[in-house]
């Protein structure tokens, strides 16, 4: 699945593809991305192309009567980060909070383990790297975006 941190302006992502809920590591993708208006996104999901149709739905407006309708039950989370540093989370549905403010965001079946690390004042990538250490779903190569 996917562990993503985010802190101090900058995202990061493991690279492990998984191929669903009972699958096996099927290959890496990128599962960040930077918008024109400097928002950083990230994506978590269970299954093939999943990821990526979340994240082209948000890029596109993320009007929940568009959302993708056929992968429902292999989307998990979605995790908009906005230059000022406050984020957005979808959990299992299409509706993103609030604007929510706190030190570190984390997202994905490692989030428990990057929180751990930014609590202890890891970085996002080192976050992500210790939660690849222990997430059987996730694992390197870390890719990273900064706001700019």
Sequence with gaps: MTTIAYRNGVMAADTRAWSGHHGHPIGQKIKIRRLDDGRLIGASSNGPGTTEAVLEWYESGADPEKA???????????LVVHPDGTAQIAYDHWRLSARLTAPWFTIGSGKEYAWGALAMGATADQAVE?????????APPITTLRHE
Aim: proline share 5%; hydrophobic share 40%.
């Design 130 to 138: 210790i939660a690849c250490r222990a997430d059987t779903c996730s």
């Design 68 to 78: 993708p309708k056929d992968i429902d039950r292999d989307f998990v989370a979605l």
